[in-house]
């Protein structure tokens, strides 16, 4: 019983630099989301998925895209990575909303 | 804008104590969440309370809601050393499901 795992769990990007980190749940959850944790500030919704095929902005979306082409997998892509993106990312997914959440372990992010 | 806030942001207590953590909210809610992250790792999800509920327990954990003062509390009794970790509570509100989350309190519990 994996839950939700992340790949990858380490990463230094250099400014300008493209990546993709990936968010995998075998519960069959059918919301999932992302968020970014920053000291002090608590975690912020950066997108989030109700459903495969479909995706929704949160709170801070800028420089960020996802796909969530299968119901299990949910992808967020930084395209030109900014310094201001250094942080750490985490998925969840839950069943429905207003659920619970089951989180991944966190990728951390360093763009230098 | 944060939706929640937790109160102390940081408690240090021993073995045996209990430990009181507090959120405020300014919005209504749907349901209110609290999470354990121990350092480094991810969120762990404790406890849901919903809007119709004013306390649940859950093994040492016990959470009161008030949503007339938009507050909620979380005791963890008899504290071990284990329970060391950030305490984040989250809100859901009928308008936006999605969890926002609280900066945290931090818990040391020393031996």
């Known amino acids: 019983n994996a839950g939700v795992t992340q790949t990858p769990k380490f990463r230094v990007l250099k400014t300008g630099q493209s990546m993709t980190l990936l968010c995998a749940q075998d519960?069959?959850?059918?919301?999932m989301y992302w968020y970014r944790q920053d000291p002090g500030m608590g975690l912020r919704l950066i997108h989030y998925?109700?459903?495969?095929?479909?995706?929704a902005k949160g709170e801070v979306p800028d420089g960020y895209n996802v796909s969530r082409l299968k119901k299990q997998n949910f992808l967020l892509g930084l395209e030109s990575a900014a310094p201001s993106q250094t942080s750490v990312y985490f998925c969840?997914?839950?069943?429905?909303?207003?659920?619970?959440?089951?989180f991944g372990s966190g990728t951390r992010l360093t763009v230098v | 804008s944060q939706q929640g806030e937790e109160d102390p942001q940081a408690l240090s207590i021993q073995e045996g104590e209990n430990a009181t953590m507090n959120c405020s909210y300014k919005?209504?809610?749907?349901?209110l969440q609290w999470y354990r992250q121990n350092s480094g790792r991810g969120l762990v999800h404790l406890i849901l309370?919903?809007?119709?509920?004013r306390e649940k327990h859950s093994g040492r954990l016990r959470v009161t809601l008030d949503t007339s003062k938009k507050s909620s509390s979380l005791l963890i009794t008899a504290s071990r050393a284990a329970d060391t970790a950030s305490y984040f509570c989250a809100t859901a509100t009928d308008s936006w499901g999605k969890l926002q989350f609280g900066a945290g309190t931090q818990v040391v519990v020393t031996p």
């Open positions: 969840a997914s839950s069943p429905q909303d207003r659920d619970g959440y089951t």
């Open positions: 998925s109700v459903g495969e095929g479909t995706t």
């Open positions: 919005t209504s809610i749907n349901n």
């Open positions: 309370i919903r809007s119709n509920e």
């Open positions: 519960m069959n959850h059918e919301y």
